[in-house]
């Protein structure tokens, strides 16, 4: 099953049935082209297969966080993995008829690929590649930025495996003048209007020739689920999740920066310089996003704890630097008056994130805050609390912060 809307629309009523959950009695009777109430307004969790503890930040489209403690995982399953969309989920898919055309000005030769052969005539490759919307933690921020307001859940890191983007623009013909690759994909635009993108981003060519920067068809050894971009996508871990797009069906090979839709105007930009908080910044002073900043999550324990005292904690989470790697982890329980070391792993391969742990002692009872600090292989530190305010509420890396009571 590719989605309710198709089965609602096309399907009989013991499909109806099964999507109700119970006997739909008196279902000979739905007048044509009538929808249950039970289908109109669908469960995400259920529809996704996502833990119910997830918050659903809205419906159209549909956008969905974890909370931290629920990406305690090494590699994240699909049922914690945030969704962002910015239009409909494309309906009616069929992967045996699924195609991918590459074309743009610097082609060489406009070439269109099936699913079967993209699967079978380019080497396969599994990267544990790290994905974060560019603008997770814009809850943060004061004054407040429009758009999803996104707390700390919008970030995974899953196994995506694929075939290389650069074998497949190798195979079509890249240009000299070639600088910037653009995405088409299939997903239906809020109003519907079929000339309309919802968002074709892309990436300069360089990121687009990387080896992690995949054409994905599996994502932890499964076929992608429909809300992560089913049956092809991109994945290019290490930059604002907007550059992997989704349902992939046409990439151009650009000769100038990429113009499509969410490529303009403040769309996954930041001020080229800082700003005040709540100035008005002009597009032309606008900068796109590339590399994402240091950042790192503490997974365990939940916030709001309680131990006994005398007892030690012990902690765990993640870290990430875009194209950077990880080189120092720390915590704090003085909010920021001093730091101590975390054990730090080495990520699995490049663009994936590190795992850190730590034991920590409290000197008495009382309310602390575990803070927690990476600093990337530049030497830069994440910033104790919110970093330079922006019109969208993009990349607030601030150190991530839980709760703990000595009781």
Same mark, same amino acid.
């Given at each position: 099953?590719?989605?309710?809307?198709?089965?609602?629309?096309?399907?009989?009523?013991?499909?109806?049935?099964?999507?109700?959950?119970?006997?739909?009695?008196?279902?000979?009777?739905?007048?044509?082209?009538?929808?249950?109430?039970?289908?109109?307004?669908?469960?995400?969790?259920?529809?996704?297969?996502?833990?119910?503890?997830?918050?659903?930040?809205?419906?159209?489209?549909?956008?969905?966080?974890?909370?931290?403690?629920?990406?305690?995982?090494?590699?994240?399953?699909?049922?914690?993995?945030?969704?962002?969309?910015?239009?409909?989920?494309?309906?009616?898919?069929?992967?045996?008829?699924?195609?991918?055309?590459?074309?743009?000005?610097?082609?060489?030769?406009?070439?269109?690929?099936?699913?079967?052969?993209?699967?079978?005539?380019?080497?396969?490759?599994?990267?544990?590649?790290?994905?974060?919307?560019?603008?997770?933690?814009?809850?943060?921020?004061?004054?407040?930025?429009?758009?999803?307001?996104?707390?700390?859940?919008?970030?995974?890191?899953?196994?995506?495996?694929?075939?290389?983007?650069?074998?497949?623009?190798?195979?079509?013909?890249?240009?000299?003048?070639?600088?910037?690759?653009?995405?088409?994909?299939?997903?239906?635009?809020?109003?519907?209007?079929?000339?309309?993108?919802?968002?074709?981003?892309?990436?300069?060519?360089?990121?687009?020739?990387?080896?992690?920067?995949?054409?994905?068809?599996?994502?932890?050894?499964?076929?992608?689920?429909?809300?992560?971009?089913?049956?092809?996508?991109?994945?290019?871990?290490?930059?604002?999740?907007?550059?992997?797009?989704?349902?992939?069906?046409?990439?151009?090979?650009?000769?100038?920066?990429?113009?499509?839709?969410?490529?303009?105007?403040?769309?996954?930009?930041?001020?080229?310089?800082?700003?005040?908080?709540?100035?008005?910044?002009?597009?032309?002073?606008?900068?796109?996003?590339?590399?994402?900043?240091?950042?790192?999550?503490?997974?365990? =324990? +939940?916030?709001?704890?309680?131990? #006994?005292?005398?007892?030690? *904690? !012990?902690?765990?989470? $993640?870290?990430? @630097?875009?194209?950077?790697?990880?080189?120092?982890?720390?915590?704090?329980?003085?909010?920021?008056?001093?730091?101590?070391?975390?054990?730090?792993?080495?990520?699995?391969?490049?663009?994936?994130?590190?795992?850190?742990?730590?034991?920590?002692?409290?000197?008495?009872?009382?309310?602390?805050?575990?803070?927690?600090?990476?600093?990337?292989?530049?030497?830069?530190?994440? =910033? +104790?609390?919110?970093?330079?305010? #922006?019109?969208?509420?993009? *990349? !607030?890396?601030?150190? $991530?912060?839980? @709760?703990?009571?000595?009781?």
């Amino acid at each position: 099953m590719m989605n309710r809307r198709f089965f609602i629309e096309k399907g009989t009523l013991a499909a109806m049935t099964a999507l109700v959950g119970v006997d739909l009695v008196f279902g000979a009777n739905l007048p044509k082209g009538y929808t249950p109430l039970a289908l109109q307004d669908p469960d995400p969790f259920q529809l996704f297969s996502k833990d119910n503890r997830m918050s659903v930040l809205n419906n159209k489209p549909w956008n969905i966080e974890a909370k931290a403690h629920l990406l305690d995982d090494k590699v994240t399953p699909n049922k914690f993995m945030f969704i962002r969309n910015n239009g409909i989920i494309p309906e009616n898919i069929d992967a045996k008829t699924w195609t991918l055309t590459i074309d743009g000005e610097s082609v060489r030769t406009k070439r269109t690929y099936s699913l079967e052969q993209l699967k079978t005539q380019f080497k396969q490759h599994t990267y544990q590649l790290t994905l974060e919307c560019g603008g997770n933690g814009r809850s943060e921020f004061d004054p407040p930025a429009k758009g999803n307001q996104w707390t700390i859940g919008a970030v995974s890191c899953a196994n995506w495996t694929g075939v290389r983007l650069k074998d497949v623009l190798i195979d079509a013909g890249i240009k000299d003048d070639a600088v910037y690759i653009g995405y088409h994909a299939a997903d239906i635009h809020l109003s519907r209007n079929p000339e309309k993108e919802p968002i074709s981003r892309g990436a300069p060519i360089s990121k687009a020739l990387q080896d992690e920067t995949l054409l994905a068809f599996q994502m932890n050894g499964d076929d992608i689920p429909i809300a992560h971009g089913y049956p092809l996508r991109l994945v290019a871990g290490g930059w604002p999740a907007s550059v992997s797009g989704k349902w992939i069906n046409r990439i151009s090979i650009r000769n100038k920066e990429h113009d499509g839709a969410k490529m303009g105007g403040s769309s996954y930009r930041i001020p080229c310089k800082p700003v005040g908080p709540g100035e008005k910044v002009a597009d032309e002073e606008m900068c796109i996003i590339e590399s994402m900043p240091v950042k790192s999550l503490i997974t365990y =324990p +939940m916030s709001g704890a309680i131990l #006994n005292k005398g007892k030690s *904690l !012990n902690i765990r989470g $993640h870290a990430w @630097a875009g194209e950077l790697e990880v080189t120092k982890m720390e915590y704090s329980i003085d909010f920021g008056s001093t730091w101590k070391i975390c054990t730090l792993e080495k990520p699995k391969n490049r663009l994936a994130w590190q795992h850190f742990s730590a034991t920590i002692d409290f000197p008495k009872e009382g309310y602390y805050e575990v803070w927690a600090r990476a600093t990337d292989s530049q030497g830069k530190a994440q =910033p +104790m609390l919110l970093p330079g305010w #922006n019109p969208k509420g993009y *990349l !607030n890396n601030a150190c $991530h912060r839980i @709760a703990i009571k000595i009781a």
